[in-house]
């Protein structure tokens, strides 16, 4: 069964950080590229980042770059997302998603001003 479990979703004030975690099972982790989508209440789902399998390469929306930063320990199985400088309107539900259309069951940012 694959598994995608994502951990590290809190509130916290506009400027503030977090880091995001989701960790795989089931699937042949180190293989596949990684990305991470949120979705805000009563919006579509936004892509934010993306890492290679390998981690040698990795993507950002323009509404991120330069505040998070998507990376992964294949040894551990998990992918994470360091989220700084956060603003109210990064608020939303934060996703990992896996090659294959894994995706795991979100976890709730919610950024206050």
């Known amino acids: 069964e694959v598994r995608l479990v994502e951990s590290g979703g809190d509130l916290v004030q506009s400027g503030g950080s977090l880091r995001l975690s989701c960790r795989a099972s089931?699937?042949?982790?180190?293989?596949?590229?990684m990305a991470w989508v949120r979705q805000a209440l009563g919006k579509g789902p936004e892509w934010v980042a993306s890492?290679?399998?390998?981690?040698?390469?990795?993507y950002y929306s323009d509404s991120v770059k330069d505040r998070f930063t998507i990376s992964r320990d294949n040894a551990k199985r998990t992918v994470y997302l360091q989220l700084n400088s956060l603003k109210p309107e990064d608020t939303a539900v934060y996703y990992c998603?896996?090659?294959?259309?894994?995706w795991g069951q979100g976890t709730q940012v919610t950024v206050s001003s």
């Open positions: 089931g699937i042949t982790f180190e293989s596949l590229d």
């Open positions: 890492i290679k399998n390998d981690g040698s390469r990795t």
């Open positions: 998603k896996a090659t294959g259309d894994y």
